[in-house]
């Protein structure tokens, strides 16, 4: 090794450039997970998860996150036909891709959790809080995965509710097995060219011939595009115009003597993000389909599946908020900016703060509705819950809404804070940005979603008055709070459900939706992290929770106009705690609020 050499090497790039966070551990690090998982889930149930959540944390930001990274590099590739020349069109994925799915369906079944006693040595399902613990953890390593996984999960919840039994019994054991060489992964096949979210529009025509229904016709997004088996829309020849004609059919890959079903994938997309997973085109040519449930029902019964899958995007995209805080903790912590560390300049800070306060917002309010989820099934053995249902028709759009919005920013500005580094394609930040895009699309855009929280969820099925109900008992338990601060947040859920109601009046007021969706967003997160705060604060004596709130109300609901001058001493000492780790007395929060 030459001088020169030596001279190079004697500098550690890490300290100089900002570490990432290689080999961290995702659960162990995510203190407000934690408390929050305390607070939802019994116990003994917490007891037993623990040490498979601590697993998959470390896995996540290891192994999983390097597998990944390769699988994001080498996207599958659509191979039209065999060697021998033959129409048999396959898609090759890198091993890497591999080995994600032998992780997250294999080694922890999370596609079988909410369906399967006996995963990971519990003798019942889970419920969706904890389901979606381990959503959270792995897709702050993996995305792209994310979509099979839930596809496949609420596609299984579609055919328990809808499908004969027949059907049951033929795929649901397949889709929930944990071995992986006999899982059959689940795909939705919904758009066409004719119709994205205008699902009235679909023009796949099913027919039935022979004594089986057959599908014709092409869709334009498919996602998990050689899936074993895909659940899709079609119309049945001769049935009604509009949504209404439309049946909920399921589509094998292969036929019951093992001959490639009659549909072909035409090319894959080249997308902006989620590149591990294939997205493709299909052209249905006479494909053998079986219906589920009603044929007159079939939009209804894919809704179902529509919005288990809309939760589980809420959830991802929170994912990836905590993964852009994650890497930006390791930044502002250790990159050494004018001969400082940049936790020292206030600037730094607050982008920080305004970095992790989305990420905590969408962490609530999808614990508070995957419960929701919980209570609406009956888990546990629990009576169904006609209230939770209301309460989880309006907080999955909710949730959805802002959460996947929230992301598009939050994965940019941590990109910002590593500097030029975070435009590199060896760093996590180009990776979470693209994918953080996908969020406000799939399952809707940000305007169909919010029309459908306002015109549906409001004005159609009141849903609004049982979740404002949810939220004034959640202030009613927190009577550790700030009197002057329990008043105020009770106000503003009056507030944001008046708003609410006022946009689902009439059609024009429509226009409204989003800036209505939005402040219910702010509001409902406001509560649950006063709530979560004093929860905590009883369980294990922190109230930090508390201050995340005050910051919503501060910077989300009472924003500064753009001329306002104020400089709050407070807030700066709320800054210092909150990137601090040293737990914080109620009364030090009642006075600094």
Same mark, same amino acid.
């Given at each position: 090794?030459?001088?020169?050499?030596?001279?190079?090497?004697?500098?550690?790039?890490?300290?100089?450039?900002?570490?990432?966070?290689?080999?961290?551990?995702?659960?162990?690090?995510?203190?407000?997970?934690?408390?929050?998982?305390?607070?939802?889930?019994?116990? /003994?149930?917490?007891?037993?998860?623990?040490?498979?959540?601590?697993?998959?944390?470390?896995?996540?930001?290891?192994?999983?996150?390097?597998?990944?990274?390769?699988?994001?590099?080498?996207?599958?590739?659509?191979?039209?036909?065999?060697?021998?020349?033959?129409?048999?069109?396959?898609?090759?994925?890198?091993?890497?891709?591999?080995?994600?799915?032998?992780?997250?369906?294999?080694?922890?079944?999370?596609?079988?959790m909410s369906h399967q006693s006996g995963i990971l040595g519990w003798p019942h399902p889970f419920p969706a809080v904890a389901k979606h613990a381990f959503t959270y953890l792995f897709n702050q390593a993996e995305f792209g995965l994310g979509c099979p996984i839930n596809v496949t999960d609420s596609g299984v919840h579609a055919l328990k509710l809808?499908?004969?039994?027949?059907?049951?019994?033929?795929?649901?054991?397949?889709?929930?097995?944990?071995?992986?060489?006999?899982?059959?992964?689940?795909?939705?096949?919904?758009?066409?060219?004719?119709?994205?979210?205008?699902?009235?529009?679909?023009?796949?025509?099913?027919?039935?011939?022979?004594?089986?229904?057959?599908?014709?016709?092409?869709?334009?997004?498919?996602?998990?595009?050689?899936?074993?088996?895909?659940?899709?829309?079609?119309?049945?020849?001769? @049935?009604?115009?509009?949504?209404?004609?439309?049946?909920?059919?399921?589509?094998?890959?292969?036929?019951?003597?093992?001959?490639?079903?009659?549909?072909?994938?035409?090319?894959?997309?080249?997308?902006?993000?989620?590149?591990?997973?294939?997205?493709?085109?299909?052209?249905?040519?006479?494909?053998?389909?079986?219906?589920?449930?009603?044929?007159?029902?079939?939009?209804?019964?894919?809704?179902?599946?529509?919005?288990?899958?809309?939760?589980?995007?809420?959830?991802?995209?929170?994912?990836?908020?905590?993964?852009?805080?994650?890497?930006?903790?390791?930044?502002?912590?250790?990159?050494?900016?004018?001969?400082?560390?940049?936790?020292?300049?206030?600037?730094?800070?607050?982008?920080?703060?305004?970095?992790?306060?989305?990420?905590?917002?969408?962490?609530?309010?999808?614990?508070?509705?995957?419960?929701?989820?919980?209570?609406?099934?009956?888990?546990?053995?629990?009576?169904?819950?006609?209230? @939770?249902?209301?309460?989880?028709?309006?907080?999955?759009?909710?949730?959805?809404?802002?959460?996947?919005?929230?992301?598009?920013?939050?994965?940019?500005?941590?990109?910002?804070?590593?500097?030029?580094?975070?435009?590199?394609?060896?760093?996590?930040?180009?990776?979470?940005?693209?994918? @953080?895009?996908?969020? /406000?699309?799939?399952?809707?855009?940000?305007?169909?979603?919010?029309?459908?929280?306002?015109?549906?969820?409001?004005?159609?099925?009141?849903?609004?008055?049982?979740?404002?109900?949810?939220?004034?008992?959640?202030?009613?338990?927190?009577?550790?709070?700030?009197?002057?601060?329990?008043?105020?947040?009770?106000?503003?859920?009056?507030?944001?459900?008046?708003?609410?109601?006022?946009?689902?009046?009439?059609?024009?007021?429509?226009?409204?939706?989003?800036? @209505?969706?939005?402040?219910?967003?702010?509001?409902?997160?406001?509560?649950?992290?006063?709530?979560?705060?004093?929860?905590?604060?009883?369980?294990?004596?922190?109230?930090?929770?508390?201050?995340?709130?005050?910051?919503?109300?501060?910077?989300?609901?009472?924003?500064?106009?753009?001329?306002?001058?104020?400089?709050?001493?407070?807030?700066?000492?709320?800054?210092?705690?909150?990137?601090?780790?040293?737990?914080?007395?109620?009364?030090?929060?009642?006075?600094?609020?």
């Amino acid at each position: 090794m030459s001088d020169l050499d030596k001279k190079e090497h004697s500098v550690d790039g890490a300290a100089v450039l900002a570490p990432d966070t290689t080999d961290w551990n995702f659960y162990a690090v995510d203190q407000d997970l934690r408390d929050i998982l305390a607070i939802y889930l019994k116990p /003994s149930l917490l007891a037993h998860l623990d040490p498979h959540l601590m697993e998959l944390g470390m896995m996540a930001a290891g192994k999983l996150d390097r597998a990944s990274h390769l699988a994001n590099q080498n996207p599958p590739i659509l191979h039209v036909r065999d060697r021998f020349g033959r129409d048999e069109e396959w898609i090759e994925y890198h091993p890497a891709y591999r080995e994600l799915e032998a992780v997250a369906y294999g080694h922890f079944g999370i596609h079988a959790m909410s369906h399967q006693s006996g995963i990971l040595g519990w003798p019942h399902p889970f419920p969706a809080v904890a389901k979606h613990a381990f959503t959270y953890l792995f897709n702050q390593a993996e995305f792209g995965l994310g979509c099979p996984i839930n596809v496949t999960d609420s596609g299984v919840h579609a055919l328990k509710l809808f499908a004969d039994e027949d059907i049951q019994e033929r795929f649901v054991p397949r889709m929930t097995t944990t071995n992986i060489d006999k899982l059959w992964q689940g795909a939705q096949f919904m758009t066409e060219r004719e119709g994205g979210s205008d699902v009235a529009n679909i023009s796949t025509e099913a027919k039935f011939e022979g004594g089986d229904w057959h599908l014709y016709g092409e869709k334009w997004f498919c996602s998990n595009a050689d899936a074993a088996v895909s659940l899709l829309l079609a119309r049945p020849e001769g @049935a009604v115009g509009g949504s209404r004609g439309l049946g909920l059919f399921i589509m094998p890959r292969n036929l019951d003597d093992r001959r490639r079903n009659r549909y072909r994938i035409i090319r894959l997309k080249d997308k902006l993000g989620t590149r591990s997973m294939a997205s493709g085109e299909v052209k249905l040519e006479g494909a053998v389909a079986y219906p589920i449930g009603a044929l007159e029902n079939g939009l209804k019964q894919m809704l179902e599946m529509v919005n288990w899958s809309r939760l589980s995007n809420g959830v991802k995209s929170a994912a990836l908020m905590r993964r852009a805080v994650h890497d930006a903790t390791a930044v502002i912590h250790n990159r050494i900016v004018f001969g400082q560390p940049l936790i020292k300049k206030p600037l730094a800070r607050r982008q920080f703060l305004k970095i992790r306060l989305p990420a905590e917002q969408a962490l609530s309010l999808f614990m508070f509705t995957a419960e929701a989820l919980d209570r609406s099934e009956g888990y546990g053995g629990n009576t169904p819950s006609q209230e @939770a249902t209301a309460i989880l028709r309006l907080a999955t759009p909710v949730l959805k809404f802002r959460a996947t919005r929230d992301a598009r920013q939050v994965t940019g500005d941590s990109l910002e804070m590593r500097g030029g580094l975070g435009y590199i394609e060896e760093w996590i930040n180009p990776r979470l940005v693209r994918d @953080a895009h996908l969020g /406000s699309i799939w399952e809707g855009s940000g305007n169909v979603v919010a029309i459908d929280a306002v015109a549906r969820a409001v004005r159609r099925h009141h849903c609004h008055k049982p979740f404002a109900a949810a939220l004034h008992a959640r202030l009613d338990e927190a009577d550790e709070l700030p009197a002057s601060y329990l008043r105020k947040l009770h106000l503003f859920v009056d507030k944001a459900t008046e708003l609410m109601d006022w946009a689902a009046s009439s059609g024009e007021n429509e226009s409204h939706a989003r800036r @209505a969706v939005s402040t219910l967003y702010h509001t409902s997160t406001a509560v649950l992290m006063a709530w979560e705060g004093a929860r905590t604060f009883a369980l294990r004596g922190d109230a930090r929770r508390v201050l995340w709130s005050w910051l919503v109300v501060q910077h989300r609901i009472n924003s500064l106009g753009p001329f306002e001058i104020k400089k709050d001493r407070n807030e700066e000492i709320i800054s210092e705690i909150l990137l601090g780790l040293n737990d914080v007395n109620m009364n030090d929060v009642a006075e600094l609020m």
